[in-house]
């Protein structure tokens, strides 16, 4: 049974920095990985999508990779904002469905 | 304008009532889907629907009915309430029913008394 886990959990940082948010997955047969994000009282926006056979997908500041084998899939955000304050969910796409990891709840300060 | 859409946006009752939670979206999209949320912000798939047609129902009480009566409305009925119901239920559009990125709707809290 396909499980997710995002390490850390919640994490406050100024603004300015780089981070990294983690993601891992027990299975490695998945179709492909996306990451969310979702802020307060909102739905979720889709932020990056990653194929089963990429490696990583960029989006301005944002960048995703992929390592299938080791079930691992990293967020990398660039000198964060106190906008980028959300909590970020990454998904596995396992079969027929999407399944969430547990989040991490980021905050940025000024 | 708005993408996916949900009503109500909040919804508290009693116990024991029966409620529906009506989602429409405005994308073309083919696929829709409702997740619960639980109050740990887990998020978990409930059902999928292609085409109007039943594609997942990912072992939800039978207390729990959706209907799609076209491929852009996807409505969920609730019967007898319990305690246990109360979450954030979002519903959600792709335009491949496999793998395909999807949009979601605001949510529609749910406070069970």
């Known amino acids: 049974k396909q499980e997710v886990t995002q390490i850390p959990a919640a994490l406050s940082v100024p603004e300015g920095e780089n981070l990294v948010l983690n993601c891992s997955f027990t299975?490695?047969?998945?179709?492909?990985l996306q990451w969310f994000r979702q802020d307060p009282g909102k739905g979720l926006t889709s932020l990056l999508l990653?194929?089963?056979?990429?490696r990583e997908q960029t989006s301005g500041r944002l960048n995703a990779s992929l390592d299938k084998s080791s079930g691992r899939s990293t967020l990398y955000i660039a000198a964060s904002q106190p906008g980028d304050s959300a909590t970020y969910l990454c998904a596995v796409w396992d079969t027929d469905k999407l399944i969430f990891g547990t989040g991490t709840r980021l905050q940025v300060f000024p | 304008d708005t993408a996916v859409s949900q009503t109500p946006k909040y919804l508290v009752t009693q116990m024991g009532n029966d409620k529906s939670i009506k989602c429409e979206q405005n994308l073309g999209h083919d696929t829709m889907y409702w997740y619960k949320q639980d109050s740990k912000k887990f998020l978990k798939i409930m059902f999928s629907?292609?085409?109007?047609?039943?594609?997942i129902n990912e072992t939800v009480p039978n207390r729990f009915s959706p209907k799609s009566p076209d491929k852009a409305h996807l409505n969920l009925h609730i019967n007898s309430l319990e305690l246990g119901d109360s979450a954030v239920y979002f519903c959600?559009?792709?335009?491949?029913?496999?793998?395909?990125?999807?949009?979601f709707g605001d949510g529609t809290r749910l406070s069970i008394l």
């Open positions: 959600a559009s792709s335009r491949q029913g496999k793998g395909g990125p999807q949009h």
């Open positions: 990653i194929q089963s056979s990429q």
């Open positions: 629907y292609n085409n109007k047609e039943l594609i």
């Open positions: 299975d490695s047969a998945i179709y492909n």
